[in-house]
């Protein structure tokens, strides 16, 4: 069953590529005003995150900027920064970068497909019966979104998700995407 799912989500993201592809290339059909600069067609963002519990903390710093390619189409990367400890229990320090394409077929609905490559490392104190480990991590997000203007909320799946090797808990991740 695993083989046929494998199989499956990689129709979906090749369909989805072409679907993406084709409508970009549709949308940059059209005209934009030659007046805009590049520096106004950028556009920022990105995430912070801060997390404390019982002898455990995690930090993350995401930021990202995306260019404007036309009213449809946008395209940009992001770095990322995360820290995770948990007392007598381990360390992890995660370094990374992504790319992103965005589609917005119609104002309110926002179509996206972001390779994200990290490098993992995990260290686990003497105590804790685990090895450490360092490795690299490639996800592939397909999502959608409700766009609002410079947020958007929606979800997206990791087509590459490794229950065993991923920072993420599940493959579907809801989001909240804020650019400005």
């Given at each position: 069953?695993?083989?046929?799912?494998?199989?499956?989500?990689k129709f979906l993201f090749t369909?989805?590529?072409?679907?993406?592809?084709h409508l970009t290339t549709y949308s940059q059909s059209y005209t934009t005003p030659t007046s805009q600069s590049f520096a106004s067609r950028m556009r920022y963002g990105g995430a912070i995150g801060l997390g404390f519990g019982n002898n455990f903390f995690s930090a993350t710093l995401a930021p990202s900027a995306i260019y404007q390619v036309n009213p449809?189409?946008?395209?940009?990367?992001?770095?990322?920064?995360?820290?995770?400890s948990e007392k007598d229990f381990y360390d992890s320090t995660i370094l990374g970068g992504?790319?992103?394409?965005?589609?917005?077929?119609?104002?309110?609905?926002?179509?996206?497909?972001?390779?994200?490559?990290l490098r993992v490392s995990r260290n686990f104190d003497r105590d804790v019966p685990f090895i450490d480990q360092d490795y690299w991590y490639p996800a592939l997000f397909l999502g959608a979104?409700?766009?609002t203007g410079p947020v958007t909320v929606g979800i997206r799946y990791d087509v590459l998700y490794d229950r065993d090797k991923s920072i993420y808990?599940?493959?579907?991740?809801?989001?909240v995407r804020v650019y400005f």
């Open positions: 069953m695993r083989i046929r799912s494998a199989h499956f989500l369909l989805f590529f072409c679907t993406l592809t449809y189409f946008a395209t940009g990367v992001g770095l990322n920064f995360s820290y995770a992504s790319v992103i394409a965005l589609f917005s077929p119609i104002r309110e609905l926002q179509l996206s497909a972001e390779f994200e490559e979104g409700f766009n808990g599940n493959a579907w991740i809801p989001f």
